[in-house]
């Protein structure tokens, strides 16, 4: 059996593993590319962590890196290791071990808040930068919830009172919708249609994904998000809004009727993180409240690093 294979039936076997390291998960965002796992084992054979992985290779480097519109990624933990500080640390080590065989010119993942993983992995030598994702936990008293956004945030939603959303957009209207929004920016999709095709068939099939829109008196799509769950967590995962209706108050309507759809999952809500200062403050507005996760990441070989900061230079030069 595979390492593939046996991390399959341990997630399986196991109450709750995150949506972004799901088996399915990887199959789709890493479709047409090589994902495999690394398995932390006792002396019995039984898992006590893994680590799936994206292998991309380029000239005659391998690495591993995030694969798109994937938050969290890094080693996951069996529940007989969760909070044990020294546990964790045997497992951090022996997945470590193996990602030094590999061969790898470099390294990169974003583990989840709150791993204890992450300390393990910067003792191990590998580098941890902080980054933020903002999460609304408590979606019990949605009134209470709409108090705390901000008075910016209040007045869009009073601007919205002409609008509606509904779920009936499909995935390919969505992906069309996107590439106009950023195009009306001068900007392109970062992801292909196949790519969201993949992965909104696989969520879809097991219940775990929607397709929100906030449309106008007459059906025009001002704004839309396609969002993801699992047990736990709603994720913000793709927001769309056409900035020509920018003051008519969409994004703060999508927003709440996203919040909404988490209350009826019973589940929490993540704008699914960002680095930019101006979307976080857009973040903050919604009353959200902020959580640390952190990249981890190693340079195995220099001359890796060279050929990155080549490649941004020569992007640099053709903008």
Not at 248 to 276: P, T, W, Y
Request: glycine share 6%.
């Amino acid at each position: 059996m595979t390492n593939k294979e046996r991390y399959i039936e341990w997630v399986a076997s196991l109450e709750y593993v995150p949506i972004f390291m799901q088996p399915w998960w990887m199959d789709a965002v890493c479709a047409g590319k090589e994902w495999d796992v690394l398995l932390a084992e006792d002396s019995e054979g039984n898992i006590l962590g893994a680590m799936p992985y994206l292998l991309r290779k380029r000239a005659w480097f391998k690495y591993i890196v995030m694969p798109q519109q994937t938050q969290i990624g890094g080693i996951w933990v069996d529940p007989q290791v969760t909070g044990d500080k020294w546990k964790t640390a045997e497992v951090c080590r022996i997945l470590k071990e193996q990602l030094d065989g590999m061969g790898l010119a470099y390294y990169y993942q974003q583990y989840l808040p709150g791993s204890l993983c992450v300390e393990a992995m910067r003792g191990l030598g590998f580098k941890t930068k902080e980054r933020v994702t903002y999460r609304v936990e408590d979606l019990s008293d949605l009134d209470a919830v709409i108090d705390k956004f901000s008075k910016n945030k209040k007045r869009q939603l009073q601007k919205a009172l002409s609008l509606h959303a509904d779920r009936t957009m499909d995935i390919e209207d969505f992906y069309r919708f996107h590439c106009q929004c950023l195009a009306s920016r001068k900007r392109k999709i970062s992801y292909t249609r196949e790519f969201l095709l993949v992965l909104e068939r696989k969520a879809r099939r097991l219940g775990q994904c929607t397709v929100l829109t906030v449309r106008n008196a007459d059906g025009e799509p001002y704004a839309a998000a396609f969002l993801v769950w699992d047990k736990k967590y709603m994720y913000y995962l793709i927001p769309a809004i056409n900035p020509a209706f920018g003051d008519s108050g969409a994004g703060a309507l999508l927003v709440l009727e996203a919040m909404k759809i988490a209350r009826e999952k019973q589940v929490m809500f993540d704008f699914e993180g960002s680095m930019d200062k101006g979307v976080a403050k857009h973040y903050q507005q919604f009353g959200s409240t902020p959580f640390s996760y952190f990249s981890v990441e190693k340079y195995y070989k220099p001359l890796f690093r060279l050929a990155i900061w080549c490649q941004k230079l020569r992007e640099w030069n053709y903008r």
